[in-house]
Protein backbone atom coordinates (compact mmCIF):
# COMPACT_ATOMS: atom_id res chain seq x y z
CA UNK A 1 0.00 0.00 0.00
CA UNK A 2 2.74 2.28 1.10
CA UNK A 3 4.68 1.31 -2.25
CA UNK A 4 1.21 2.76 -4.25
CA UNK A 5 1.04 5.80 -1.97
CA UNK A 6 5.03 6.18 -2.83
CA UNK A 7 4.28 6.26 -6.88
CA UNK A 8 1.03 8.07 -6.95
CA UNK A 9 2.22 11.10 -4.73
CA UNK A 10 4.70 12.33 -7.49
CA UNK A 11 1.46 11.55 -10.33
CA UNK A 12 -0.26 13.97 -8.32
CA UNK A 13 2.20 16.88 -7.18
CA UNK A 14 2.78 17.07 -11.38
CA UNK A 15 -1.13 17.14 -11.76
CA UNK A 16 -1.53 19.87 -9.53
CA UNK A 17 1.19 21.56 -10.89
CA UNK A 18 0.12 21.50 -14.68
CA UNK A 19 -3.46 22.14 -13.58
CA UNK A 20 -2.27 25.29 -11.43
CA UNK A 21 0.17 26.58 -14.61
CA UNK A 22 -3.28 26.56 -16.82
CA UNK A 23 -5.14 28.38 -14.40
CA UNK A 24 -2.21 30.76 -14.41
CA UNK A 25 -2.52 31.17 -18.03
CA UNK A 26 -6.04 31.37 -17.83
CA UNK A 27 -5.68 34.41 -15.44
CA UNK A 28 -2.77 35.86 -17.23
CA UNK A 29 -4.98 38.82 -19.24
CA UNK A 30 -3.56 38.31 -23.14
CA UNK A 31 -3.94 42.26 -24.48
CA UNK A 32 -5.04 42.16 -28.46
CA UNK A 33 -4.98 46.40 -29.95
CA UNK A 34 -4.94 47.43 -33.34
CA UNK A 35 -1.32 46.70 -33.28
CA UNK A 36 -2.60 43.02 -33.93
CA UNK A 37 -4.98 44.25 -37.06
CA UNK A 38 -4.66 43.38 -40.78
CA UNK A 39 -7.35 44.08 -41.52
CA UNK A 40 -11.12 45.31 -41.01
CA UNK A 41 -14.26 44.97 -42.97
CA UNK A 42 -17.59 47.25 -42.22
CA UNK A 43 -20.89 46.47 -43.90
CA UNK A 44 -23.42 49.83 -43.09
CA UNK A 45 -27.05 49.49 -43.13
CA UNK A 46 -29.71 52.38 -43.12
CA UNK A 47 -30.99 52.01 -39.54
CA UNK A 48 -27.98 52.86 -37.41
CA UNK A 49 -26.43 49.16 -37.85
CA UNK A 50 -23.10 48.23 -38.82
CA UNK A 51 -21.72 44.88 -39.45
CA UNK A 52 -18.17 44.79 -38.50
CA UNK A 53 -15.44 42.25 -39.40
CA UNK A 54 -11.97 42.68 -37.40
CA UNK A 55 -9.39 40.26 -37.89
CA UNK A 56 -6.12 40.32 -36.21
CA UNK A 57 -2.88 38.14 -35.88
CA UNK A 58 -2.22 36.57 -32.16
CA UNK A 59 -0.06 33.97 -30.46
CA UNK A 60 -1.63 32.58 -27.82
CA UNK A 61 -0.41 29.58 -25.71
CA UNK A 62 -2.37 26.35 -25.44
CA UNK A 63 -4.79 25.72 -23.49
CA UNK A 64 -7.30 28.22 -21.75
CA UNK A 65 -6.59 32.21 -22.38
CA UNK A 66 -8.18 35.22 -21.06
CA UNK A 67 -8.03 37.45 -24.05
CA UNK A 68 -9.05 41.38 -23.45
CA UNK A 69 -9.72 42.41 -27.36
CA UNK A 70 -9.34 46.11 -27.55
CA UNK A 71 -10.67 48.72 -29.80
CA UNK A 72 -13.74 47.24 -30.30
CA UNK A 73 -17.13 49.29 -30.84
CA UNK A 74 -18.47 50.95 -27.54
CA UNK A 75 -22.32 50.44 -29.28
CA UNK A 76 -20.85 46.61 -29.90
CA UNK A 77 -23.89 44.30 -29.12
CA UNK A 78 -22.61 41.35 -27.21
CA UNK A 79 -24.87 38.66 -28.05
CA UNK A 80 -24.03 39.04 -31.96
CA UNK A 81 -20.26 38.35 -31.10
CA UNK A 82 -18.44 35.86 -33.10
CA UNK A 83 -15.09 34.90 -32.54
CA UNK A 84 -13.25 32.39 -34.99
CA UNK A 85 -9.45 30.98 -35.69
CA UNK A 86 -9.28 31.69 -39.63
CA UNK A 87 -6.01 30.04 -40.04
CA UNK A 88 -6.74 27.26 -37.55
CA UNK A 89 -10.70 26.88 -37.98
CA UNK A 90 -10.80 23.85 -35.34
CA UNK A 91 -8.09 24.95 -32.75
CA UNK A 92 -10.06 28.12 -31.26
CA UNK A 93 -13.33 27.91 -29.08
CA UNK A 94 -15.14 30.55 -26.69
CA UNK A 95 -15.79 29.09 -23.74
CA UNK A 96 -17.28 32.98 -22.09
CA UNK A 97 -16.92 36.80 -23.38
CA UNK A 98 -17.38 39.83 -21.31
CA UNK A 99 -18.01 43.48 -22.86
CA UNK A 100 -16.21 45.78 -20.55
CA UNK A 101 -17.64 49.24 -21.91
CA UNK A 102 -17.43 50.71 -18.45
CA UNK A 103 -14.03 53.37 -19.79
CA UNK A 104 -11.87 54.88 -17.48
CA UNK A 105 -12.61 58.24 -15.87
CA UNK A 106 -11.62 60.31 -13.06
CA UNK A 107 -15.87 60.20 -11.74
CA UNK A 108 -15.55 56.17 -12.68
CA UNK A 109 -12.74 55.80 -10.64
CA UNK A 110 -14.33 56.97 -7.52
CA UNK A 111 -17.44 55.65 -8.06
CA UNK A 112 -15.76 51.70 -8.34
CA UNK A 113 -13.69 52.97 -4.75
CA UNK A 114 -17.02 53.56 -3.22
CA UNK A 115 -16.04 52.02 0.52
CA UNK A 116 -12.10 51.43 0.09
CA UNK A 117 -9.30 53.46 0.87
CA UNK A 118 -7.37 56.06 -1.40
CA UNK A 119 -4.82 58.77 -0.69
CA UNK A 120 -5.05 62.16 -0.23
CA UNK A 121 -2.36 64.69 -1.04
CA UNK A 122 -2.49 68.32 0.21
CA UNK A 123 -0.24 71.19 -1.32
CA UNK A 124 0.80 73.93 1.24
CA UNK A 125 -0.01 76.94 -0.60
CA UNK A 126 2.58 78.77 0.82
CA UNK A 127 5.83 76.23 1.13
CA UNK A 128 4.31 73.59 -1.53
CA UNK A 129 5.09 70.79 0.62
CA UNK A 130 2.90 67.83 0.11
CA UNK A 131 1.27 65.80 2.91
CA UNK A 132 -0.17 62.29 2.51
CA UNK A 133 -3.53 61.36 4.47
CA UNK A 134 -5.31 57.93 3.99
CA UNK A 135 -9.26 58.35 3.38
CA UNK A 136 -12.43 56.25 3.13
CA UNK A 137 -14.25 56.97 -0.18
CA UNK A 138 -18.11 57.04 1.33
CA UNK A 139 -19.89 58.27 -1.92
CA UNK A 140 -18.79 59.91 -5.14
CA UNK A 141 -22.99 60.48 -5.84
CA UNK A 142 -23.56 63.90 -6.85
CA UNK A 143 -20.07 64.94 -5.55
CA UNK A 144 -17.58 63.25 -3.13
CA UNK A 145 -17.66 62.65 0.46
CA UNK A 146 -14.36 61.36 2.46
CA UNK A 147 -13.87 59.89 5.67
CA UNK A 148 -10.42 61.40 6.53
CA UNK A 149 -9.71 60.55 10.50
CA UNK A 150 -12.48 61.29 12.56
CA UNK A 151 -13.80 63.39 10.25
CA UNK A 152 -15.88 63.43 7.72
CA UNK A 153 -15.15 66.00 3.95
CA UNK A 154 -16.93 66.10 0.93
CA UNK A 155 -15.45 67.59 -1.95
CA UNK A 156 -11.93 66.82 -3.04
CA UNK A 157 -9.65 68.60 -0.73
CA UNK A 158 -6.89 67.77 -2.55
CA UNK A 159 -5.36 65.52 -5.47
CA UNK A 160 -6.48 61.80 -4.84
CA UNK A 161 -3.88 58.78 -5.30
CA UNK A 162 -5.51 55.42 -6.51
CA UNK A 163 -3.31 52.05 -5.68
CA UNK A 164 -4.74 50.32 -8.59
CA UNK A 165 -7.61 50.42 -11.53
CA UNK A 166 -10.30 48.68 -10.74
CA UNK A 167 -11.61 45.91 -12.91
CA UNK A 168 -13.98 45.29 -15.50
CA UNK A 169 -12.25 49.56 -15.94
CA UNK A 170 -10.86 50.29 -18.92
CA UNK A 171 -9.44 53.03 -20.59
CA UNK A 172 -10.97 51.85 -24.26
CA UNK A 173 -14.53 49.19 -24.91
CA UNK A 174 -13.11 45.76 -24.38
CA UNK A 175 -14.18 42.56 -25.41
CA UNK A 176 -12.77 40.13 -23.01
CA UNK A 177 -13.25 36.14 -23.92
CA UNK A 178 -12.02 32.58 -22.03
CA UNK A 179 -10.99 30.70 -25.08
CA UNK A 180 -9.34 27.29 -25.49
CA UNK A 181 -6.45 27.04 -28.05
CA UNK A 182 -5.43 23.74 -29.04
CA UNK A 183 -2.27 25.63 -30.52
CA UNK A 184 0.51 27.77 -29.53
CA UNK A 185 1.51 28.82 -32.94
CA UNK A 186 0.37 32.32 -34.85
CA UNK A 187 -3.11 32.57 -35.83
CA UNK A 188 -5.44 34.39 -37.67
CA UNK A 189 -8.29 35.09 -36.01
CA UNK A 190 -11.72 37.18 -37.33
CA UNK A 191 -14.40 39.26 -34.48
CA UNK A 192 -17.14 39.99 -36.40
CA UNK A 193 -19.91 41.38 -34.77
CA UNK A 194 -22.89 44.32 -35.10
CA UNK A 195 -22.99 47.79 -33.91
CA UNK A 196 -24.85 50.73 -33.11
CA UNK A 197 -23.21 54.24 -34.10
CA UNK A 198 -22.38 53.30 -37.25
CA UNK A 199 -24.88 54.95 -39.92
CA UNK A 200 -24.85 56.42 -43.78
CA UNK A 201 -27.12 58.28 -45.34
CA UNK A 202 -27.49 59.26 -49.60
CA UNK A 203 -27.03 63.10 -50.48
CA UNK A 204 -27.64 63.89 -54.29
CA UNK A 205 -26.67 67.46 -56.04
CA UNK A 206 -28.10 67.90 -58.87
CA UNK A 207 -27.96 71.03 -61.18
CA UNK A 208 -30.29 72.39 -63.93
CA UNK A 209 -29.77 73.35 -66.93
CA UNK A 210 -30.54 76.69 -68.55
CA UNK A 211 -33.46 75.53 -70.35
CA UNK A 212 -34.36 73.41 -67.35
CA UNK A 213 -34.57 69.70 -69.52
CA UNK A 214 -31.66 68.27 -68.08
CA UNK A 215 -29.98 67.64 -64.88
CA UNK A 216 -26.19 66.86 -63.58
CA UNK A 217 -26.88 64.50 -61.07
CA UNK A 218 -23.78 63.66 -58.39
CA UNK A 219 -24.62 61.16 -55.34
CA UNK A 220 -22.69 61.05 -52.04
CA UNK A 221 -22.67 58.75 -49.10
CA UNK A 222 -22.18 60.83 -46.02
CA UNK A 223 -21.25 58.41 -42.96
CA UNK A 224 -21.48 59.03 -39.08
CA UNK A 225 -18.98 57.55 -36.34
CA UNK A 226 -20.63 58.13 -33.17
CA UNK A 227 -19.46 54.18 -32.24
CA UNK A 228 -16.39 55.24 -29.83
CA UNK A 229 -13.54 53.58 -31.77
CA UNK A 230 -11.59 54.05 -35.12
CA UNK A 231 -12.02 51.72 -38.44
CA UNK A 232 -8.43 52.16 -39.87
CA UNK A 233 -8.32 51.29 -43.62
CA UNK A 234 -11.34 49.73 -43.69
CA UNK A 235 -13.00 47.58 -46.57
CA UNK A 236 -16.39 49.66 -46.59
CA UNK A 237 -19.69 48.76 -47.76
CA UNK A 238 -23.20 50.15 -47.48
CA UNK A 239 -26.47 47.81 -47.51
CA UNK A 240 -30.14 50.16 -48.99
CA UNK A 241 -32.94 48.56 -48.26
CA UNK A 242 -35.25 47.77 -45.55
CA UNK A 243 -33.47 45.23 -43.34
CA UNK A 244 -35.95 43.51 -40.51
CA UNK A 245 -34.21 43.85 -37.26
CA UNK A 246 -35.75 42.20 -34.22
CA UNK A 247 -35.27 42.95 -30.29
CA UNK A 248 -35.15 46.55 -28.44
CA UNK A 249 -33.86 49.52 -29.76
CA UNK A 250 -30.69 50.41 -30.33
CA UNK A 251 -28.83 52.80 -27.79
CA UNK A 252 -28.95 56.80 -28.63
CA UNK A 253 -26.28 58.01 -30.44
CA UNK A 254 -23.29 59.61 -28.12
CA UNK A 255 -22.94 63.67 -26.90
CA UNK A 256 -20.60 65.05 -29.31
CA UNK A 257 -21.02 63.53 -32.07
CA UNK A 258 -20.00 65.55 -35.96
CA UNK A 259 -17.11 66.81 -34.24
CA UNK A 260 -14.98 66.23 -37.52
CA UNK A 261 -15.86 66.16 -41.01
CA UNK A 262 -14.33 64.52 -44.00
CA UNK A 263 -14.90 64.84 -47.64
CA UNK A 264 -13.44 62.14 -49.84
CA UNK A 265 -14.11 64.49 -53.28
CA UNK A 266 -11.51 62.46 -55.63
CA UNK A 267 -13.14 59.05 -54.68
CA UNK A 268 -14.24 57.28 -57.87
CA UNK A 269 -18.18 56.18 -57.64
CA UNK A 270 -18.94 52.82 -55.57
CA UNK A 271 -19.23 49.70 -57.26
CA UNK A 272 -23.07 48.68 -57.01
CA UNK A 273 -24.54 45.19 -56.89
CA UNK A 274 -28.36 43.27 -56.31
CA UNK A 275 -28.22 41.12 -52.65
CA UNK A 276 -30.85 39.26 -51.62
CA UNK A 277 -33.49 41.95 -51.76
CA UNK A 278 -31.01 44.62 -51.41
CA UNK A 279 -28.06 46.57 -53.17
CA UNK A 280 -24.74 46.69 -52.01
CA UNK A 281 -22.48 49.29 -52.52
CA UNK A 282 -18.71 48.58 -52.31
CA UNK A 283 -15.81 51.49 -52.34
CA UNK A 284 -13.17 50.04 -54.18
CA UNK A 285 -10.70 50.82 -51.91
CA UNK A 286 -10.06 51.25 -48.18
CA UNK A 287 -10.81 54.43 -46.34
CA UNK A 288 -10.67 55.72 -42.28
CA UNK A 289 -13.43 56.01 -40.38
CA UNK A 290 -12.55 57.59 -37.36
CA UNK A 291 -14.30 57.88 -34.71
CA UNK A 292 -16.46 61.19 -34.12
CA UNK A 293 -16.68 62.03 -37.79
CA UNK A 294 -18.63 62.80 -40.20
CA UNK A 295 -17.07 61.53 -44.15
CA UNK A 296 -18.62 61.92 -47.49
CA UNK A 297 -17.86 59.63 -50.30
CA UNK A 298 -18.93 59.87 -53.89
CA UNK A 299 -21.55 57.32 -55.07
CA UNK A 300 -22.62 58.06 -58.72
CA UNK A 301 -22.27 61.20 -61.35
CA UNK A 302 -24.58 60.97 -64.12
CA UNK A 303 -24.74 63.72 -66.78
CA UNK A 304 -27.35 65.51 -69.05
CA UNK A 305 -30.42 63.33 -67.11
CA UNK A 306 -33.85 64.38 -68.89
CA UNK A 307 -35.84 65.96 -66.44
CA UNK A 308 -39.24 68.16 -66.94
CA UNK A 309 -40.56 70.78 -64.64
CA UNK A 310 -44.68 70.49 -63.24
CA UNK A 311 -47.09 72.73 -61.87
CA UNK A 312 -49.66 71.26 -59.91
CA UNK A 313 -53.05 72.55 -57.57
CA UNK A 314 -54.42 70.42 -55.26
CA UNK A 315 -57.84 70.17 -53.99
CA UNK A 316 -60.08 69.14 -51.28
CA UNK A 317 -62.56 66.32 -50.93
CA UNK A 318 -64.40 68.38 -48.12
CA UNK A 319 -65.02 71.27 -51.12
CA UNK A 320 -68.08 68.71 -52.33
CA UNK A 321 -70.21 68.15 -49.01
CA UNK A 322 -71.39 71.62 -48.42
CA UNK A 323 -72.31 75.08 -49.65
CA UNK A 324 -68.26 76.86 -49.60
CA UNK A 325 -68.51 79.73 -51.81
CA UNK A 326 -64.67 81.66 -52.20
CA UNK A 327 -61.98 79.36 -51.44
CA UNK A 328 -59.40 80.95 -51.95
CA UNK A 329 -57.58 83.61 -54.09
CA UNK A 330 -53.97 83.61 -54.97
CA UNK A 331 -53.58 80.10 -53.71
CA UNK A 332 -49.87 78.67 -54.26
CA UNK A 333 -49.38 76.10 -57.00
CA UNK A 334 -46.47 73.51 -56.66
CA UNK A 335 -43.27 72.98 -58.53
CA UNK A 336 -42.27 69.52 -58.97
CA UNK A 337 -38.60 68.17 -60.98
CA UNK A 338 -39.64 64.87 -62.34
CA UNK A 339 -36.97 62.93 -63.97
CA UNK A 340 -36.82 58.82 -64.96
CA UNK A 341 -34.52 56.44 -63.93
CA UNK A 342 -33.72 55.20 -66.70
CA UNK A 343 -30.24 54.12 -69.17
CA UNK A 344 -32.71 55.51 -71.86
CA UNK A 345 -32.73 59.10 -69.90
CA UNK A 346 -29.25 59.03 -68.54
CA UNK A 347 -29.32 57.64 -65.37
CA UNK A 348 -30.92 53.95 -64.83
CA UNK A 349 -29.07 52.92 -61.75
CA UNK A 350 -30.61 52.43 -57.80
CA UNK A 351 -31.24 55.09 -55.81
CA UNK A 352 -30.80 54.45 -51.73
CA UNK A 353 -33.47 56.94 -49.69
CA UNK A 354 -31.68 60.75 -49.18
CA UNK A 355 -32.66 63.78 -49.99
CA UNK A 356 -32.08 65.44 -53.88
CA UNK A 357 -30.71 68.81 -53.38
CA UNK A 358 -31.46 70.85 -57.06
CA UNK A 359 -29.53 73.88 -57.85
CA UNK A 360 -29.03 76.67 -60.89
CA UNK A 361 -27.22 78.75 -62.71
CA UNK A 362 -28.72 82.53 -62.48
CA UNK A 363 -27.58 85.34 -65.34
CA UNK A 364 -24.27 85.69 -63.66
CA UNK A 365 -23.04 82.12 -64.16
CA UNK A 366 -23.55 81.72 -59.95
CA UNK A 367 -25.22 78.60 -58.61
CA UNK A 368 -27.97 79.01 -56.57
CA UNK A 369 -30.38 76.60 -54.55
CA UNK A 370 -34.23 76.22 -55.72
CA UNK A 371 -35.12 73.35 -53.51
CA UNK A 372 -34.99 69.96 -52.10
CA UNK A 373 -36.75 66.92 -51.49
CA UNK A 374 -36.42 63.48 -50.17
CA UNK A 375 -36.55 60.09 -52.27
CA UNK A 376 -37.09 56.84 -50.80
CA UNK A 377 -35.26 53.87 -52.38
CA UNK A 378 -35.80 54.26 -55.89
CA UNK A 379 -34.96 51.31 -58.30
CA UNK A 380 -33.88 51.72 -61.71
CA UNK A 381 -36.84 52.38 -64.23
CA UNK A 382 -38.63 54.27 -61.68
CA UNK A 383 -40.01 57.39 -61.56
CA UNK A 384 -38.31 60.03 -59.48
CA UNK A 385 -40.78 63.12 -58.61
CA UNK A 386 -39.30 65.76 -56.51
CA UNK A 387 -41.26 69.03 -55.13
CA UNK A 388 -39.25 71.96 -55.13
CA UNK A 389 -41.32 74.71 -53.66
CA UNK A 390 -44.63 76.82 -54.59
CA UNK A 391 -44.40 79.07 -57.90
CA UNK A 392 -43.79 82.84 -57.75
CA UNK A 393 -45.72 83.97 -60.71
CA UNK A 394 -48.09 81.11 -61.29
CA UNK A 395 -51.35 81.25 -58.99
CA UNK A 396 -54.67 80.67 -58.92
CA UNK A 397 -57.92 81.18 -57.75
CA UNK A 398 -60.99 78.90 -57.22
CA UNK A 399 -64.55 79.11 -55.93
CA UNK A 400 -67.54 77.08 -56.16
CA UNK A 401 -70.53 78.98 -58.44
CA UNK A 402 -73.31 76.19 -57.43
CA UNK A 403 -74.28 73.34 -54.69
CA UNK A 404 -77.42 71.67 -54.92
CA UNK A 405 -78.56 68.77 -52.57
CA UNK A 406 -80.17 66.07 -54.68
CA UNK A 407 -80.99 63.12 -52.25
CA UNK A 408 -80.59 61.54 -49.11
CA UNK A 409 -81.46 62.59 -45.50
CA UNK A 410 -78.89 60.55 -43.34
CA UNK A 411 -75.54 59.38 -43.21
CA UNK A 412 -74.17 56.88 -46.20
CA UNK A 413 -76.92 58.43 -47.97
CA UNK A 414 -75.98 61.74 -49.48
CA UNK A 415 -76.10 62.93 -53.35
CA UNK A 416 -74.61 66.43 -53.61
CA UNK A 417 -74.27 68.08 -56.95
CA UNK A 418 -71.40 70.95 -56.92
CA UNK A 419 -69.80 73.46 -59.65
CA UNK A 420 -66.75 74.93 -59.30
CA UNK A 421 -64.15 77.99 -61.21
CA UNK A 422 -60.52 77.54 -61.48
CA UNK A 423 -58.57 80.60 -62.41
CA UNK A 424 -55.14 80.27 -63.19
CA UNK A 425 -53.04 83.14 -63.73
CA UNK A 426 -49.39 83.36 -64.81
CA UNK A 427 -46.99 85.93 -64.82
CA UNK A 428 -44.21 84.70 -66.39
CA UNK A 429 -42.70 85.28 -70.17
CA UNK A 430 -43.74 81.35 -71.03
CA UNK A 431 -46.72 79.53 -71.34
CA UNK A 432 -47.18 76.89 -68.49
CA UNK A 433 -48.86 74.03 -68.12
CA UNK A 434 -50.94 73.07 -64.50
CA UNK A 435 -51.79 70.04 -63.31
CA UNK A 436 -55.13 70.35 -61.22
CA UNK A 437 -55.95 67.61 -59.19
CA UNK A 438 -59.22 67.28 -57.61
CA UNK A 439 -59.91 64.51 -54.86
CA UNK A 440 -63.84 63.63 -54.68
CA UNK A 441 -65.41 61.70 -52.32
CA UNK A 442 -67.90 58.50 -52.46
CA UNK A 443 -69.11 57.33 -56.16
CA UNK A 444 -68.64 60.56 -58.58
CA UNK A 445 -68.94 61.76 -61.70
CA UNK A 446 -68.05 64.76 -63.81
CA UNK A 447 -71.31 66.27 -65.29
CA UNK A 448 -70.06 68.82 -67.09
CA UNK A 449 -66.18 70.67 -67.89
CA UNK A 450 -64.90 73.09 -70.15
CA UNK A 451 -61.60 70.56 -70.76
CA UNK A 452 -61.32 67.09 -70.49
CA UNK A 453 -60.84 65.60 -67.48
CA UNK A 454 -58.24 62.30 -66.89
CA UNK A 455 -59.33 59.54 -63.87
CA UNK A 456 -56.12 59.72 -61.61
CA UNK A 457 -57.91 56.74 -59.34
CA UNK A 458 -60.99 55.93 -58.06
CA UNK A 459 -60.87 58.93 -55.94
CA UNK A 460 -59.33 61.85 -58.06
CA UNK A 461 -59.68 63.56 -61.71
CA UNK A 462 -57.42 65.73 -62.85
CA UNK A 463 -56.99 68.64 -65.80
CA UNK A 464 -53.85 69.83 -67.71
CA UNK A 465 -54.12 73.55 -68.06
CA UNK A 466 -52.48 75.32 -70.41
CA UNK A 467 -51.97 79.19 -69.31
CA UNK A 468 -50.32 81.46 -71.88
CA UNK A 469 -47.28 83.80 -71.07
CA UNK A 470 -49.32 86.78 -69.32
CA UNK A 471 -51.96 85.61 -69.68
CA UNK A 472 -55.55 83.64 -67.49
CA UNK A 473 -57.00 80.17 -67.95
CA UNK A 474 -60.31 79.62 -66.67
CA UNK A 475 -61.29 75.48 -65.52
CA UNK A 476 -64.90 74.94 -65.22
CA UNK A 477 -66.35 71.54 -64.00
CA UNK A 478 -69.81 70.21 -62.15
CA UNK A 479 -69.49 67.11 -60.29
CA UNK A 480 -71.58 64.90 -58.85
CA UNK A 481 -70.96 62.73 -55.65
CA UNK A 482 -73.15 59.99 -53.79
CA UNK A 483 -71.92 58.94 -50.33
Not at 4 to 22: D, E, K, N, R
Not at 104 to 122: F, N
Not at 212 to 234: C, M
Not at 472 to 477: D, E, K, M, R
Amino acid sequence: MRRILVVFVPILVGLLFFLSGQAGAADKEQISTLADQQEVAVTIYNENLALVKDKRVLRLPAGDNTLAFREVSARLRPETALMRSVSHPRALSVIEQNFDFDLLTPGKMLEKYVGRQVKVVRTHPTTGEETLEEAVVLSANEGVVLRMGDRIETGVPGRLIFPDVPENLRDRPTLVMLLQSATDQEQQVELSYLTGGLAWKADYVAELSPDEKQITINGWVTLTNTSGTTYKRATLQLMAGDVQQVGPAMLMSRKGMFQDMAMEAEAPAMREESLFEYHLYTLERPTTIRENQTKQVAMLEADRVAARKEYELHGQQHYYQSRMGDLGDRIKVGVFLAFANTEKDGLGKPLPMGVVRVYKKDSQGNVQFVGEDRIDHTPANEEVRLRLGNAFDVTAKRKQTDFNKLAGFARYNYHFESAFEVELKNARDQEVVVKVVEPLPGDWEIVSESDPHTKESASAASWNIRIPAKGVSTLAYRARVRY
